[in-house]
């Protein structure tokens, strides 16, 4: 059964690259070991593969009155 969500077109607009950004140049500013970019880059893959597997299994839905379309 899949769970129903509200579009993306409805939500006000984010960008899920940020953190990962941010975080990649923190450790690149404070000079974190190889095994630091190690755990950073298995840890987005995990988000990465959690995201589009949560995309997947769920049903878009708009909010009444924001998308929907008048016949």
Do not use: C, Q
């Amino acid at each position: 059964m899949k769970k129903v969500v509200i579009k993306a077109s409805s939500l006000p607009p984010r960008l899920p690259v940020t953190f990962g950004a941010v975080v990649w140049l923190l450790l690149d500013r404070f000079d974190a070991p190889e095994w630091a970019f190690g755990a950073f880059w298995a840890l987005a893959a995990l988000l990465a593969a959690s995201f589009f597997y949560g995309l997947h299994n769920s049903e878009l839905k708009d909010v009444p009155g924001f998308g929907e379309k008048k016949s």
